[in-house]
């Protein structure tokens, strides 16, 4: 009766270990979405965005779908953070460098979109598509890097602080220009 009431406890344990292990996320996890995710989705939507207008109705089109990668590529991540918690300085200071290596790309698409207005006021309610990319986009941005604020070490707050504060001005511009 001992035997089996350990072999049952055993396989108790197990069973919740597994299971913690599974729901759970680590922050191996978090850099390989920043680095498999976020940042070749983004750096699509920015070979897309700047290959428009020549691209025409399917560039718009595919556009319109790398924005939905993009913003699915930050709220994974924004979930995965989430689960995992806290960083440690190494990993947090790791995460921080490979969110600094997108932020030009970031920068790249809201620039570019927001010298295509005219482009995207062309298309019938191009610029109304734009405009509620754009928003979404933010927000999702925004979700992304709170999640990251949180999870760093009180010594890496203000990095990521700073790189929010760039992205938010970045995307307040662009918003602005199709906002008109």
């Given amino acids: ?37 976020i940042g070749p989705s983004w750096t699509t939507l920015n070979q897309d965005i700047a290959a428009f207008p020549e691209s025409g109705s399917a560039g718009a089109t595919t556009i319109q779908k790398d924005f939905t990668n993009a913003i699915a590529a ?47 006021s062309s298309i019938e309610g191009g610029k109304s598509l734009i405009l509620s990319q754009l928003q979404s986009s933010s927000a999702a941005t925004s979700k992304f890097l709170d999640a990251v604020i949180t999870a760093e070490p009180l010594l890496l707050k203000p990095g ?9 001005g970045a995307f307040t511009t662009a918003i602005a220009v199709y906002s008109v």
């Fill in 1 to 37: 009766m001992v035997a089996i009431t350990k072999i049952l406890w055993l396989a108790l344990t197990a069973t919740a270990a597994t299971a913690t292990a599974i729901v759970r996320r680590d922050v191996i996890t978090v850099q390989n979405d920043i680095t498999q995710k």
């Fill in 74 to 120: 930050l709220d994974t991540t924004t979930s995965d953070i989430q689960s995992t918690g806290s960083f440690g300085i190494v990993s947090g200071t790791t995460i921080l460098a490979d969110i600094q290596q997108l932020v030009p790309t970031f920068l790249a698409v809201l620039v570019t979109l927001g010298a295509q207005e005219s482009s995207w």
């Fill in 160 to 168: 990521a602080l700073a790189i929010k504060a760039q992205l938010t």
